[in-house]
């Protein structure tokens, strides 16, 4: 497991090292002062436990710009000011850890954050049969249906095949949701959403059937509070 620990203060970021060490000793550890440091790493983390108030760029930007280029990660924001806590929920943090840092909290977040991150690396595909492609599931934000074209946007490319969107969706994870006839979204890449309209990480709309509203919030709230895993 890759675990990035960003803290402009030092003796919190050892401290918070020598946690992780201490209650789980084989994963890698890498440990930032600054959001900038992290961000110019280019490095794919699992979890990330990230303070808020830094100078340059804070806590909350610098996780604004991870949840653009890696949508699975598991946020875990440390700060001692509460008032961040709806930043944080905007922005999916699996925790919001107070200073002083408790060691019972943090190691029980921690091993639950784990096992979310264990989850998440579960790498799920989509076989395209006309392409003979695989596509990480994780790494798909929607699909749209045009004419007898589909096309996949993903985080790096968008995709054009011949295909049946209720086959595609057949295929998908819990994850993902028929929100209209014509898209299907990935619902860990929602950033925003209204009666109308849902948001995608890459700043892209697509329609959400109003008939389907209160279905989707519904499924949208279970998911997210079930660590990303929806069963309705």
Not at 28 to 43: D, H, M, P, R
Not at 122 to 137: A, G, H, M, P, W
Not at 176 to 199: G, K
Request: aromatic letters at 10%; charged letters at 30%; proline letters at 1%.
């Amino acid at each position: 497991m890759e675990i990035a620990v960003v803290d402009d203060e030092k003796t919190i970021r050892e401290h918070i090292c020598a946690l992780i060490e201490e209650q789980q000793p084989e994963n890698c550890i890498e440990a930032y002062a600054t959001g900038e440091e992290l961000l110019a790493s280019g490095k794919r983390f699992d979890i990330v436990f990230l303070d808020i108030q830094m100078d340059g760029i804070n806590g909350i930007e610098a996780a604004r710009s991870l949840r653009e280029r890696q949508g699975d990660i598991v946020l875990i924001f440390i700060t001692g000011i509460k008032e961040y806590v709806f930043d944080a929920l905007d922005l999916y943090a699996f925790q919001y850890l107070l200073k002083p840092i408790d060691e019972d909290k943090f190691a029980e977040v921690l091993e639950r954050a784990v096992r979310e991150a264990a989850r998440k690396k579960e790498r799920r595909v989509l076989f395209i049969k006309s392409r003979n492609l695989t596509l990480d599931q994780s790494e798909i934000l929607y699909i749209e249906s045009r004419a007898k074209k589909v096309e996949i946007h993903t985080v790096r490319q968008t995709i054009e095949i011949y295909a049946a969107m209720d086959e595609l969706e057949g295929q998908l994870g819990e994850e993902f949701y028929r929100c209209h006839r014509a898209y299907i979204v990935n619902m860990d890449c929602i950033t925003e959403y209204d009666s109308e309209s849902i948001t995608l990480t890459n700043g892209d709309r697509v329609y959400l059937t109003k008939k389907k509203y209160g279905e989707f919030v519904k499924a949208y709230m279970w998911h997210l509070q079930n660590g990303g895993v929806s069963s309705v």
